[in-house]
């Protein structure tokens, strides 16, 4: 492990709203550094809003968010069908924008950063699409090539909504090894699951959302099938309605 599990992530009686809606409240807990932390919950439970919140985009209605990990280093990687990849740009070009944060948008790359960048797309399995433009590539292309671009940041808190949605299973294997060692390295890393397989393959610790409240469950609950159905709306290996 490195140095960086001493990042620091706690929600303290935190209460959240989207406009006059409260969604959340009294939500407590220290995210543990360096696990892995899935947010499970039926549509609509705020698993978003929460993540809106510890990502600093959304003001907490009451409560806090006390978090170490400068801005710099979170990365926030979105439902796929809220990203728009139309933009001009390639594989590569989109991997080495993960530098900007620390290194500046305008300063140009040097060849650490180049052969960094390599290192990460081959990881990825995505060299050979290095010059695509984004718009032309899979579900599971376009997702590993935004997981490329976290690792070239260097993220030390990365948050993932949904990112096994329309991605293939290759890319789900890869992606789950990657985010693994993300965490052995340090990461803290906070994922929206709505498949079992893929929670018990990942979580290290739940946090379930469910009728505006959170609680904590242990993964070892999974394995006894003792969760609520209605905080669970899938079954093994079945994306829930909300996933396209
Ligand atoms: N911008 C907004 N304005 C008003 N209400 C919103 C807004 N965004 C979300 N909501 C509402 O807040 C509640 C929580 O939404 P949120 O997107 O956090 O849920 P979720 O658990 O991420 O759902 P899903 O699994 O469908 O993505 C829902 O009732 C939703 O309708």
Same mark, same amino acid.
């Given at each position: 492990?490195?140095?960086? +599990?001493?990042s %620091?992530l706690?929600?303290?009686? !935190? ?9 959340? @409240? ?11 932390? *899935? ?16 990502m ?10 006390i978090?170490? &990990?400068?801005? @710099?280093?979170?990365a926030?990687l979105?439902?796929? !069908? ?8 390639? &594989?590569?070009e989109?991997?080495? +924008?993960? $530098?900007?944060?620390?290194?500046g ?14 290192? =990460?797309? *081959?990881? #990825? ?8 433009? !984004?718009?032309?590539? $899979?579900?599971?292309? %376009? ?7 976290? #690792?070239? /940041?260097e993220?030390? #808190?990365?948050? !993932? ?5 329309n991605?293939?299973?290759?890319t789900?294997?890869?992606? =789950? %090894? =990657?985010? %693994? ?7 803290t ?10 929670l ?8 379930? #959302?469910?009728g505006?409240?959170?609680?904590w &469950?242990?993964?070892? @609950?999974?394995?006894? /099938? ?11 290996? @079945?994306h ?5």
């Amino acid at each position: 492990m490195s140095q960086r +599990t001493s990042s %620091r992530l706690q929600l303290k009686n !935190l209460h959240l709203a989207q406009g006059h809606r409260t969604v959340l @409240e009294h939500v407590d807990g220290d995210i543990r550094p360096g696990a892995i932390t *899935a947010l499970i919950g039926a549509n609509g439970a705020g698993k978003s809003t929460l993540i809106q919140a510890i990502m600093g985009e959304l003001r907490p209605a009451g409560g806090n968010v006390i978090c170490s &990990v400068p801005s @710099e280093r979170r990365a926030w990687l979105p439902q796929q !069908l809220a990203l728009d990849l139309t933009f001009p740009m390639s &594989v590569e070009e989109l991997v080495m +924008t993960g $530098s900007w944060p620390s290194h500046g948008a305008l300063k140009g790359y040097c060849a650490v950063h180049y052969r960094k960048g390599r290192d =990460i797309m *081959a990881r #990825l399995g995505i060299s050979h699409l290095a010059h695509r433009p !984004l718009g032309e590539l $899979s579900g599971g292309q %376009r997702q590993r090539a935004l997981i490329g671009r976290t #690792l070239m /940041q260097e993220a030390e #808190l990365l948050l !993932l909504d949904e990112p096994f949605a329309n991605v293939d299973s290759d890319t789900v294997d890869i992606l =789950i %090894r =990657i985010l %693994r060692q993300m965490a052995d390295d340090g990461t803290t890393i906070i994922i929206v699951l709505h498949d079992m397989d893929h929670l018990r393959r990942l979580a290290d610790e739940i946090l379930m #959302l469910n009728g505006g409240h959170a609680r904590w &469950v242990a993964p070892s @609950e999974l394995h006894h /099938q003792q969760l609520p159905a209605q905080a669970v709306p899938f079954s093994l290996g @079945e994306h829930h309605a909300g996933t396209a």
